[in-house]
């Protein structure tokens, strides 16, 4: 019998054979376990909406960050400030409201954010031809709003009113005509650290919140088990018990990951305005900001590089707002039992008579923009919304002699007059053409090869 004969008999083969089927049968269990695994995993993410609310823990998607707000440093501070300078500027959202008709407006807001990084949302307007006196609120001035600016008011009406519904973060509203500076996220960083600054420098406290169970309900419901806790401020003139308007706790003034605008300490935060008033004016702080132009006066101060944040004296021209939910129910309620004001004259009221905790910054860092008066916009009633109506192509025979400049320049806008303050270093719209069509002259784009026209 030859070796290879014996090796493939007796026990030794047996065993052999045995050692194959266990190593076999082994791989084919590994299989299954990954399968097992793999399947177990996907049924779990499928399911764990349903899974979390079984357990009791609600799921939270994760949060996602763009890649183009840079890396986060891992302080609270820090990441604070950068995402007041990220894509909404650290508010909920960025709404601008525009009328069906300014398809002008709507792509001028399209190539700013473009070129400057921002996400705008478009919140549609109120048209005249929507209002109708059964759904106005009442007023003790019949007669003196006009359409439009019943129109304008009902448009911010709706963003207040949906917030207070949803019981959402601050949003930022803007008018169609809004413009800014190119660098407008480094600004509202830059804009950001010292507002923290300066709400510590104030010793502000958190305004009231009347939503149901807020933790700065300073009127919370009696039989209610979560009512917030009642403080008492040291030396108070009650001796230390209860007041019929307890006051929250304070908290520490600190950068919010989460709310880097701090907002449950304001109602309004204006960013844009044409015009405040002297009150309070000098309840302020003044900061260095690299993009504003030398020489803006701040009530006869001449400011150097410099913005100026403040207790608001009341605006003119709500261009540009942020605006919380406490304020959004403010607002809400004192236009619905009287609405004798334009939006912005209402808000500039009840900002002079404290109705209203609202902060400004000047020079404004978003002004509104209009065409120049010589292109023949003006002709067109393309300066304004307010009057309403129906409007005229520009006549053949208007006088345009400001398209030589236009040639040169690639802009047709220019800031309102009436924002006198404002303080651009590059206003978005007016340094498109070189941003977008880099070194092409505007006259190229007329050229016409055939009668060389």
């Excluded at 030859?2 to 082994?26: D, K, M």
């Excluded at 269990?29 to 097992?36: E, G, K, S, T």
């Excluded at 921002?118 to 005249?128: G, W």
């Excluded at 309403?388 to 007059?417: C, F, L, N, Q, R």
Aim: glycine share 6%; with cysteine; net charge negative.
């Amino acid at each position: 019998m030859s070796r290879e004969q014996v090796s493939t008999s007796g026990p030794a083969a047996a065993l052999t054979s045995l050692f194959s089927q266990w190593r076999s049968y082994r791989q084919i269990h590994r299989v299954f376990l990954v399968l097992f695994v793999v399947s177990t995993i996907f049924v779990l993410d499928r399911y764990r909406v349903a899974l979390a609310g079984t357990l009791g823990v609600p799921y939270r998607p994760p949060i996602m960050v763009q890649a183009d707000d840079g890396p986060s440093s891992g302080h609270s501070e820090d990441t604070a400030i950068e995402r007041a300078g990220n894509g909404t500027l650290g508010f909920h959202a960025i709404y601008y409201v525009n009328m069906k008709a300014r398809y002008d407006r709507e792509d001028a807001m399209a190539l700013q954010a473009y070129i400057s990084g921002l996400d705008i949302q478009d919140y549609p307007a109120v048209e005249s031809d929507m209002i109708d006196p059964v759904g106005m609120p009442p007023t003790h001035r019949p007669g003196v709003l006009k359409v439009g600016e019943r129109g304008c008011w009902r448009a911010h009406a709706n963003i207040w009113s949906e917030m207070v519904r949803k019981k959402l973060p601050p949003v930022l509203i803007m008018e169609s005509d809004a413009t800014w500076d190119i660098n407008v996220r480094p600004i509202m960083s830059n804009l950001n650290k010292h507002f923290v600054e300066f709400l510590r420098n104030i010793n502000s406290t958190a305004v009231h919140d009347p939503s149901w169970r807020a933790k700065n309900n300073r009127h919370p419901l009696a039989d209610d088990p979560h009512r917030a806790e009642t403080y008492v401020p040291p030396n108070d003139a009650t001796n230390g018990t209860a007041t019929a308007a307890p006051t929250p706790a304070p908290t520490p003034i600190e950068f919010n990951v989460d709310d880097p605008w701090l907002s449950e300490h304001w109602d309004l935060f204006s960013i844009g305005q044409c015009f405040e008033t002297n009150q309070d004016k000098d309840v302020n702080l003044v900061y260095t900001d690299q993009h504003v132009p030398a020489g803006k006066n701040y009530w006869g101060v001449k400011l150097g590089n410099q913005r100026v944040i403040r207790k608001s004296g009341g605006i003119t021209c709500t261009t540009s707002y942020a605006i919380s939910h406490t304020g959004a129910a403010k607002l809400l309620l004192r236009s619905s039992i009287d609405l004798d004001n334009p939006v912005d004259l209402l808000i500039r009221r009840m900002t002079l008579s404290r109705d209203l905790v609202a902060y400004s910054v000047q020079p404004p860092i978003v002004a509104q923009w209009e065409y120049r008066g010589d292109v023949g916009m003006n002709e067109r009633g393309a300066q304004s919304d307010i009057n309403g109506g129906k409007h005229k192509d520009t006549p053949s025979d208007a006088e345009m002699k400001g398209w030589d400049d236009v040639k040169k320049t690639g802009s047709v806008w220019t800031t309102k007059s009436l924002h006198h303050d404002v303080g651009f270093d590059r206003m978005a719209l007016e340094v498109a053409w070189d941003q977008i069509l880099t070194n092409v002259v505007l006259t190229d784009s007329w050229y016409n090869p055939v009668d060389k026209d």
